[in-house]
């Protein structure tokens, strides 16, 4: 499976935009560009997902690098409901359709 | 919408003893998704299926089973409970088509005493 890195932290304002970055330079043609976030002490719920093009849905905006060895989730007004760890999943289309999570971003926003 | 049901929600056991984690979904998903994690930790495979009948092990299985006897259900077992296996249990369902978003269950606490 292609693995992400992404910081271990990151802290912003509330009502400001906030940029998270993903890194997967092994990405394969195959593989969608999946983010989840946690909140504290629930499961992890879906964010966006993406292949090639940029991504827009209620919740967030995603922002793929051209060469797709990149990209960032972009929460375009942070929210104190926002404060949670974010984590950048790489997703085979084929098969079983694994997640396979890492340690991911944990983002918290300063009222 | 009940989605992805996961029962009990805590549950302390004692070492040795034996339980079933049970996991419903109402999404007609046919992938169902076991996963465990530990404090601090992002969440780690431990079996998936494909479809009714069809399970296999993820990253760490070892102490566990599974089975998928209907698309709805997808209980996990633990058959001899080891501290090791104290962990936060989530259940996942997605669609097969189109590489659907993953939902995921409110968990199970389990402490092994």
């Known amino acids: 499976d292609a693995k992400t890195t992404q910081p271990n932290s990151m802290e912003s304002n509330e009502e400001e935009p906030v940029h998270l970055p993903c890194n997967h330079s092994?990405?394969?043609?195959?593989?969608?560009i999946h983010w989840y976030r946690q909140l504290p002490s629930q499961g992890p719920e879906y964010v966006i997902h993406?292949?090639?093009s940029n991504v827009n849905n209620r919740m967030a905006s995603l922002a793929i690098a051209e060469d797709r060895k990149s990209s960032t989730l972009i929460l375009h007004r942070a929210t104190l409901r926002d404060a949670a760890v974010y984590y950048c999943?790489?997703?085979?289309?084929?098969?079983?359709?694994?997640?396979?999570f890492g340690q991911g971003t944990r983002l918290t926003i300063n009222p | 919408n009940a989605g992805v049901t996961q029962t009990p929600k805590f549950r302390i056991l004692k070492i040795g003893q034996s339980m079933t984690l049970q996991c419903a979904q109402d999404?007609?998903?046919?992938?169902m998704y076991w996963y465990r994690q530990d404090p601090g930790m992002g969440l780690k495979l431990i079996y998936y299926?494909?479809?009714?009948?069809?399970?296999d092990k993820g990253e760490v299985p070892n102490g566990y089973n599974v089975s998928r006897s209907t698309t709805e259900d997808f209980p996990l077992r633990l058959e001899l409970a080891a501290p090791s296996q104290t962990s936060v249990y989530f259940c996942?369902?997605?669609?097969?088509?189109?590489?659907?978003?993953?939902?995921f269950g409110d968990g199970t606490r389990l402490s092994i005493l």
């Open positions: 996942a369902s997605s669609s097969r088509t189109g590489n659907q978003p993953q939902h």
């Open positions: 092994t990405i394969s043609g195959t593989d969608y």
């Open positions: 993406g292949l090639t």
């Open positions: 999943i790489l997703r085979s289309s084929q098969g079983a359709q694994k997640l396979v």
């Open positions: 999404m007609n998903h046919n992938y």
């Open positions: 299926s494909v479809g009714a009948g069809i399970t």
